[in-house]
C-alpha cells in the first residue's frame, strides 16, 4: 500500500500504460515496471492533479508539495470507495 500511497507522476508513463516503480519505494529495493490495465490507466487520468509530485497527496504540504498519506488504512478505504467494484473473476 506504501507504494501507491507514494507513487509520483514522473514514475507513470500512461502511454505505454506503465509504472516505472524505482527501487528506493519499492518493498524489495529493486526497479520495477508494472503494467497498467485500460482501467487503473483511466482512473488516475480522471485523478485531478492536487499536487505536482504525488498521485495521491495527503493533507500536510512541505515545501509547498504535499506528503504521502500516512494513515493508510483510511487511504485503502477511500481508495476502495472512489474505485468501480471488481473481482479477480471479472
Known amino acids: 500500500m506504501r507504494e501507491v500511497g ?3 507522476w514522473h514514475e507513470l508513463d500512461l ?3 506503465v ?6 519505494g519499492a518493498k524489495n529495493e529493486k526497479n ?3 503494467p497498467l490495465s485500460d482501467q487503473v ?3 488516475i487520468q480522471s485523478l ?3 499536487d505536482d509530485v504525488l498521485v495521491f497527496p495527503g493533507g500536510e504540504r512541505r515545501q509547498g ?3 504521502p498519506p500516512q ?13 468501480p467494484p471488481w473481482s479477480l473473476g471479472s
Open 19 to 24: 509504472w516505472h516503480l524505482p527501487g528506493a
Open 32 to 34: 520495477c515496471d508494472i
Open 71 to 83: 494513515d493508510y488504512w483510511s487511504f485503502k478505504v477511500r481508495l476502495a470507495q472512489a474505485l
Open 65 to 67: 508539495n504535499a506528503k
Open 15 to 17: 502511454d505505454h500504460k
Open 41 to 43: 490507466v483511466a482512473i
Open 6 to 8: 507514494d507513487l509520483r
Open 48 to 50: 485531478p492533479r492536487l
